[in-house]
């Protein structure tokens, strides 16, 4: 049986979209169920529709500054669409321990970034100004503390001169939608990750390519 999986969203939805073409390959272990966005004009949602997977809207903003009171909503629709996992994917609101530990073990994040490197924002941005040779994105279970959680799977990138945010962002961003499904069904599977084919001391990059 397929873990049922919802995915969180605000925005593009790409990494969603890595999710869902990956769950509907017969022996994937999960299966996208559900995707919640916080964002009505996310357009993620529509991605998931053409999918046929159910979306719900849960707006943050009519709670005000109560984060409980929309996290419970958030829990609720979990609940009524019996969700046993939960994938953030560019889910741009910070989560408090109401729901965070509600979900211990069972709610992962992508990142931008090779953590514990630039957690937060601009992540892109930053590592080009810190001038880093390396950057990446990780896969992490989420905890109470911002990007801290226990890493589960990595894949780095080249910083190669004179790149832009831009195409840094846009080399990172295809490693992230390699890794994200492979870090769930790692995950699920309950096997650490095991390095790339070609990653070696003489090519330590660990990048992950797509299935011929
Ligand atoms: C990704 O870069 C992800 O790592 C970060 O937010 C971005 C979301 O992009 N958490 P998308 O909505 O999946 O296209």
Redesign the pocket.
């Known amino acids: 049986m397929k873990r049922r999986v919802g995915v969180l969203?605000?925005?593009?939805?790409?990494?969603?979209?890595?999710l869902i073409r990956a769950a509907a390959a017969p022996d994937f272990p999960a299966s996208v169920a559900l995707v919640v966005s916080n964002e009505p004009a996310a357009?993620?949602l529509a991605l998931a529709a053409a999918a046929g997977i159910p979306t719900r809207t849960l707006p943050h903003r009519p709670h005000g500054r109560d984060r409980a009171a929309h996290e419970q909503a958030i829990q609720d629709t979990l609940e009524a669409h019996a969700i046993e996992l939960v994938c953030?994917?560019?889910?741009?609101r910070r989560l408090t321990p109401f729901l965070v530990e509600r979900w211990a073990g069972r709610m992962l994040?992508?990142?931008?970034s090779l953590l514990p490197a630039f957690p937060g924002l601009d992540t892109h941005a930053r590592a080009l100004a810190a001038g880093v040779a390396l950057h990446g994105?990780t896969v992490h279970l989420v905890t109470a503390e911002l990007d801290s959680g226990p890493i589960l799977a990595q894949a780095a990138v080249p910083v190669l001169p004179g790149d832009s945010e831009s195409e840094l962002?846009a080399r990172?961003?295809a490693q992230?939608h390699l890794l994200y499904p492979a870090a769930l069904r790692a995950h699920i599977e309950d096997r650490a990750m095991r390095p790339a084919p070609g990653a070696s001391l003489a090519n330590p990059l660990p990048q992950l390519r797509s299935e011929p």
């Open positions: 969203i605000s925005g593009r939805g790409s990494n969603l979209g890595a357009a993620g953030l994917a560019g889910y741009m994040n992508i990142h931008p994105c962002a990172v961003l992230e």
